[in-house]
């Protein structure tokens, strides 16, 4: 069965930096796409950045410019690179995989596939 794994959470300064990884196994078939979400305790989940599988690349405004979202070329692995961290990031990230379009990236119901999620802290 499909697994998603996330690694690279810790704890850093405001203005430090960290890269998350996602992997993924036992994938068959092509996903529409993959993405980044985040929870914080008692805010809402929140899409932080989405690919799609042609590669077009979207953020939620609070992150553009700081952060950027890359997989690897055999699209087994998502990253997040987070630049500029601000304590407003500290959250639980979670990637996620959508195998359909199901309408704007963020809309977290056409994401079938989650990880079990990678604590980021800044302070």
């Known amino acids: 069965h499909v697994q998603l794994v996330e690694s690279g959470g810790g704890s850093v300064q405001a203005g430090g930096s960290l890269r998350l990884s996602c992997i993924v196994s036992g994938l068959t078939y092509r996903l529409y796409y993959m993405a980044w979400f985040r929870q914080a305790p008692g805010n809402e989940r929140e899409g932080v950045a989405a690919i799609n599988d042609d590669g077009r690349t979207f953020y939620t405004d609070s992150v553009k410019g700081r952060f950027n979202i890359t997989k690897a070329e055999d699209k087994k692995t998502l990253y997040l690179h987070m630049n500029g961290l601000k304590p407003e990031d500290t959250a639980m990230y979670r990637c996620?995989?959508?195998?359909?379009?199901?309408?704007?990236?963020?809309?977290?119901?056409?994401?079938?596939?989650w990880g079990q999620g990678t604590q980021v802290t800044v302070s």
């Open positions: 996620a995989a959508a195998r359909y379009y199901g309408g704007f990236w963020a809309f977290a119901p056409q994401y079938h596939l």
